[in-house]
């Protein structure tokens, strides 16, 4: 039986891929899986950050060895090439903490990927650009790859861009708690009250939902236990 772990941050990232799968929350876990001949998937997300997703990753790994792991989900885009609303193969992923670069082997190489303790503003995008030189950025891939090297497990990343270089952003940091949680509830009441920033929220949205849509294309092309003919488990 081939095992894979597919780490994300928020329901909404997977949504399109495991419709239909099997679902189940444990230890503040959302985890879905399918089944299929010798190969199973299996999908976490726990919230936002490289604590999350060790929780999550730690989670799946409770029911049986994990034999690869994916970190999806959304990411900024640090270039103009890397549109929003479209999935990319990560080439490697950096530690904005420690510096530390994994590349991935067997990667298509389609950009770098730096990993930061906070959601990225238009400044710190520019800073993450000029420091590490990567094309996108996110909260989570970094602590995966860790986790999989450590464990002598096969990682590979898949990012959605859900917003651009030059698109505007509130501060979401103000609302991911403690524990990687975003606080819906909290947000829409800060927004409701700001009928001028629905527009570029609307936006956002739309290309978050596409993302999602582009990273399931993609799963479905690359992983194992899907049909080469349709894209799809067998």
Request: proline share 4%; aromatic share 8%; glycine share 12%.
């Amino acid at each position: 039986m081939t095992r894979v772990a597919i780490i994300a941050a928020m329901a909404g990232e997977l949504k399109p891929l495991v419709r239909g799968w099997n679902r189940d929350s444990r230890n503040g876990v959302a985890t879905w899986s399918r089944r299929q001949g010798e190969c199973e998937w299996i999908a976490g997300c726990a919230g936002a950050g490289v604590q999350a997703a060790a929780r999550a990753f730690e989670e799946i790994e409770r029911s049986g060895r994990i034999d690869c792991a994916y970190s999806v989900g959304w990411s900024g885009a640090l270039d103009g090439r890397h549109a929003a609303g479209r999935a990319y193969n990560v080439t490697g992923v950096i530690d904005a903490g420690t510096g530390e670069r994994t590349p991935i082997a067997g990667a298509p190489g389609e950009c770098w990927l730096v990993t930061s303790p906070r959601v990225a503003g238009r400044p710190e995008k520019q800073r993450l650009a000029a420091d590490y030189g990567a094309s996108l950025v996110d909260m989570e891939a970094a602590g995966v790859a860790s986790l999989a090297r450590g464990k002598g497990i096969q990682f590979f990343c898949v990012k959605g861009v859900s917003d651009g270089i030059d698109d505007w952003l509130p501060d979401f940091n103000k609302f991911i708690s403690s524990n990687g949680q975003f606080q819906m509830a909290r947000f829409i009441a800060f927004a409701i009250l700001r009928p001028w920033i629905w527009p570029s929220l609307i936006r956002m949205r739309c290309k978050c939902n596409d993302a999602a849509e582009s990273i399931r294309e993609m799963m479905l092309r690359e992983l194992p236990g899907r049909s080469h003919e349709s894209g799809r488990l067998d």
